[in-house]
């Protein structure tokens, strides 16, 4: 256990670092097992942005002074794992959209509360130029959640209840 509040920061900055490096493997799988064209889009989309929050934290661990350093995040491995588990399984492709964005939304949830805790011990720490690098991320991982309830709520879950209503009647 970390002795300090700034060395935990450093310890679960590198934890969201190899976090942020696992989505960016794994989102490709996941835009690939999309059948909705606007699932397969924001997954697309939200790669880039990942990409660049990357480069965010090479930002914040070089204005701490540390090296850019992964420590396996093992949250955010066991979510992309239940992920892939699915995709493996196959079946319905509306069912898979509907699952593929639930689980998306875990690791959201999982880099909100991240970001949240990081920014705060940055900002008690007088961290405010990482503070603020981190806000940015904390936001784009806010706007992500959103869109990816959007589309669940505008078509994808209906999609999955339609195709299992015709399942059973066929």
């Known amino acids: 256990m970390p002795d300090t509040l700034q060395d ?3 310890e679960e900055l590198k934890d969201v670092y190899d976090a942020e490096h696992q989505i960016i493997e794994a989102l490709p799988k996941m835009a690939k097992a999309c059948c909705a ?3 397969k889009m924001a997954f697309e989309r939200h790669l880039e942005e990942t990409r660049n929050q990357v480069t965010r934290l ?4 070089q204005q701490l002074g540390c090296k850019a350093e992964r420590k396996t995040c093992h949250g955010v491995k066991g979510l992309i794992s239940e992920a892939n588990e699915l995709i493996k399984k196959g079946g319905d492709p509306e069912v898979l959209d509907a699952a593929l964005i639930g689980g998306a939304q875990k690791v959201e949830h999982y ?4 970001y949240g805790t990081l920014r705060t011990w940055c900002m008690r720490l007088g961290h405010t130029q990482a503070a603020a690098l981190l806000q940015q991320t904390l ?3 806010g706007s992500t959640d959103h869109k990816l309830t959007s589309l669940a709520e ?6 999955a209840v339609n195709q299992g209503a015709s399942r059973r009647a066929a």
């Open 8 to 10: 935990l920061l450093t």
């Open 37 to 39: 064209p606007d699932l």
């Open 58 to 61: 090479d930002q914040v661990f």
């Open 111 to 114: 880099e909100i509360a991240s």
């Open 139 to 141: 936001e784009e991982e």
């Open 154 to 159: 505008s078509h994808i879950n209906q999609d």
